[in-house]
Structures are given as structure tokens and as C-alpha cells.
């Protein structure tokens, strides 16, 4: 497809509706806004200037029969460049079609079976005319001129494909959804405090998806557990968060203690210790 810039979508919106109401002079509305682009896309499928054109005349005002369904905006533009591809691809062009202009109305004579009486010598019996099909008339199209460099470009752009190149559409990504907290705290299990306080870590991992963390609250017994902090990790991410304990009287009476410190969105890690007595 040619890389003409599409017009707004809101003279899409116009061409369909006038070709929906059969207005008078839609065909050749749709020919003004699209005529060029289409004239060269058609050129880059027959490798001539003149066919081309007379390629976009045939598809366009084949608009003008009553009963054709037309697309919405939204795929107006696309619609338009496969009724001319197909229009290039048909046999012989469909050249056999010859327009005949009856006062002020159009009307398309069909003349399939000619060629078969004119071989014949024209001893065989005449077929009956085909039925006239009367139509509204539409303003002449205006010709279009594109020049050497317009059509070196596009066959640059088209190569080999005589397709109408496939628009892919766009993926959508899913959002991942709230991760959860996984906590390790193997190494607050079991520690010894004699007089100074000790640190321990306790490891902190995002599992399916960004967690935003924080220490909700610490809970000790037997001596004094402390924790703080909070942040935001990624899927797949870790941090460490430093659990201090403090041994008090009680601690040493009863020769140890424990505690646990929540996160949040979930998550608890469990502390315990030993103490010796002075």
C-alpha cells in the first residue's frame, strides 16, 4: 500500500455515508480524497500508468450499484484497496464491460456471448439482449498524472509482492497482576545473645509480580525484637531486612526468647534466641 498519509476519520465518516444514501456525486467525493493513492497502488500490481487508472474507474463506480455493502469508517480506507486489487487481479481486467451513456442516465450493457455469434459467421441465433441497468450518473473522473520518480518509489516499496501488504495489528500486553511476599528467616533461628545485641537477616523475594513492602509489626518475648523498613521490589527481586534483638532480664531467666515481625501485603518471619546469664 502506497504510504499517502489516510486523511482524518471524520471524511471517511462523510464518504460512507454518502455512498450508503446513493448521493449524488459520492463516487467521485471518494475519487477526489482517494483517487491518487489508489492509482498508484494499482500501478505497482499492473506495471502500467493507464491501466492502473482505468483499474480505479472500474472499482469505483461499481460503488454505484444499489445493495453493496459498505464498511464502516474505521475500514473504509482498506476496503477501498481491495476492491482495486481485486479489480487488477480479475481475468482479462473485465475488460469485456462497455459503458453506454443513454440521454442523461449511465447504463451497464453486459456483452458476454458476442464473440461466440461473431465466430459462428453469425448464422446462429441471436441471444437476447441482456437486461439494461439504469443508474444515476456521476461526474466525470478527473485523470491522474504520477510522475517517474513517484512510480520508481513504489516499485521499490511493492518488489516482488503484489499483495496488499498485511497491517499487523498490535499486541496487547497484560498487566501483571499483585505479587506476593515470600520470606526466608532461617538466619534469625537459633541465635545467641550475651550482653550485646545481635542482627539477624531475614530475606525478602517478590513472587509474580511488583510487591510494595513495608514492616507492619514486631511482636518479642523474653528479650527485645526490632525491625523497620519498606520499599517496592520487582517480580524475581530480593532485599534484606536487619532484625536486631536486645537480651533483657527476662531473657536470661529464662535462658532465651522469640518474637516474629509481620509484612505487609503478607508475611511473617519468626526470631528465636539463647541467652546466658552474667
Known amino acids: 500500500m502506497p504510504s499517502n498519509a489516510a486523511p482524518p476519520l471524520n471524511e471517511d465518516f462523510r464518504l460512507v455515508e454518502g455512498l450508503r444514501g446513493q448521493r449524488p456525486g459520492a463516487v467521485g467525493h471518494v475519487y ?3 483517487g491518487p493513492e489508489l492509482v498508484e497502488y494499482a500501478e505497482g500490481l499492473l506495471g502500467d500508468h493507464g491501466r492502473a487508472v482505468e483499474a480505479v474507474r472500474s472499482a469505483l463506480l461499481a460503488l454505484r450499484v444499489k445493495g453493496v455493502e ?6 473504509f480506507r482498506d476496503w477501498l484497496y481491495e476492491l482495486v486489487r481485486d479489480e487488477c487481479r480479475a481475468p482479462a481486467r473485465r475488460g469485456r464491460r462497455r459503458i ?9 450493457v453486459l456483452v458476454a456471448g458476442i464473440a461466440a455469434v461473431l465466430e459462428s459467421g ?17 461526474p466525470s473522473l478527473p485523470s491522474v498524472t504520477v510522475s ?14 503484489h499483495d496488499k501488504p ?3 495489528k498490535p499486541k496487547k500486553h497484560r498487566k501483571a497482576g499483585p505479587g506476593r511476599l515470600a520470606v526466608g528467616d532461617g538466619g534469625c533461628h537459633g541465635i545467641g545473645v550475651a550482653g550485646l545485641p545481635r542482627s539477624c537477616p531475614v530475606r525478602l523475594t517478590a513472587v509474580g509480580g511488583t510487591v510494595h513492602w513495608a514492616v507492619t509489626s514486631v511482636r518479642s518475648r523474653g528479650g527485645r525484637v526490632s525491625a523497620s523498613g519498606g520499599g517496592t521490589l520487582t517480580a524475581g527481586r530480593s532485599t534484606t531486612v536487619n532484625v536486631v534483638v536486645r537480651p533483657t532480664v527476662l531473657c536470661y531467666i529464662g535462658g532465651g526468647g522469640g518474637g516474629s515481625v509481620s509484612f505487609s501485603p503478607g508475611g511473617t518471619a519468626t526470631v528465636s534466641y539463647t541467652c546466658w546469664r552474667r
Open 32 to 34: 477526489n480524497v482517494y
Open 70 to 75: 459498505v464498511p464502516d469508517a474505521g475500514t
Open 100 to 108: 453506454v451513456v443513454i440521454g442523461a442516465a449511465a447504463a451497464v
Open 122 to 138: 453469425g448464422g446462429g441465433k441471436p441471444e437476447p439482449a441482456p437486461p439494461v441497468a439504469v443508474a444515476t450518473p456521476e
Open 148 to 161: 517517474p520518480a513517484q512510480r520508481d518509489e513504489q516499485k521499490k516499496r511493492d518488489g516482488k509482492k
Open 166 to 168: 498485511a497491517v499487523a
